[in-house]
């Protein structure tokens, strides 16, 4: 069975400074690896998601992630964190030709401070 | 833009009751999922549906049951709620078959049991 692990519950950066949120994840063939965020009262958003291919993601609002195949590591990065970034942050794998179940990660939350 | 809809943000309920928690998806998306979210323990899945009248249990389905009548709409149900299932309840739907497929929340249903 898959598994995934964030090994940070809590996060705390400068705005402006760089980020890294660190994932593992554990399964036998290649997975799909995904990171979501969710803002406070509200549902997870898809940031962005690996299949195959180019092992550096570009996502949304900046954020990229890597695929490490020999590390199982599918880190979270962004350059200049701004203060809307704070959040709660969801690594995800899912197996492939299954019926699309996913395990999610504990989450790392994200505080920003100026 | 595709939405997820959870009939309640909020909701109050007493030890005992039987529970309703709907969600409808306007994508026409085959596969629906039912989480519950608790600090320090991530998202759990708790039943899915890959297409209407079948369903499939997570990781934690144990007090719960579902129901998928329309395409656009999976029930969750608490057939007699505890005040174990206090949570919060996330809904999730993605389209694809046997692929992989980015998952679309809704904000949440926060469940309170007395």
């Known amino acids: 069975a898959q598994s995934v692990t964030q090994p940070d519950i809590h996060i705390t950066v400068s705005e402006g400074a760089s980020l890294e949120l660190r994932c593992n994840y554990s399964y036998g063939a290649t997975p799909y690896l995904f990171w979501y965020v969710q803002s406070p009262g509200q549902g997870l958003q898809l940031l962005l998601k690996?299949?195959?291919?180019?092992?550096l993601v570009q996502g949304i609002k900046g954020f990229e992630a890597e695929f490490k195949r020999s590390q199982s590591s599918f880190n979270l990065r962004k350059p200049s964190v701004h203060w809307s970034d704070a959040a709660e942050y969801f690594c995800?794998?899912?197996?492939?030709?299954?019926?699309?179940?996913?395990?999610f990660g504990t989450g790392t939350k994200l505080q920003v401070i100026p | 833009d595709v939405k997820v809809t959870q009939s309640s943000r909020y909701l109050v309920k007493r030890t005992g009751e039987k529970v309703f928690l709907e969600c409808v998806q306007d994508m026409d998306h085959e596969n629906m999922f039912w989480y519950r979210q608790d600090p320090g323990l991530g998202l759990r899945l708790i039943y899915f549906s890959y297409d209407v009248k079948m369903k499939e249990k997570g990781d934690i389905p144990e007090g719960y049951s579902v129901s998928r009548e329309k395409k656009e709409r999976f029930s969750l149900i608490l057939e007699s709620a505890s005040t174990n299932q206090t949570s919060m309840y996330l809904c999730?739907?993605?389209?694809?078959?046997?692929?992989?497929?980015?998952?679309?929340f809704g904000d949440g249903t926060r469940l309170s049991i007395l």
């Open positions: 999730a739907s993605s389209q694809g078959r046997r692929g992989i497929g980015p998952q679309h």
């Open positions: 995800a794998v899912g197996a492939a030709g299954g019926y699309q179940k996913v395990t």
């Open positions: 690996y299949f195959s291919g180019d092992t």
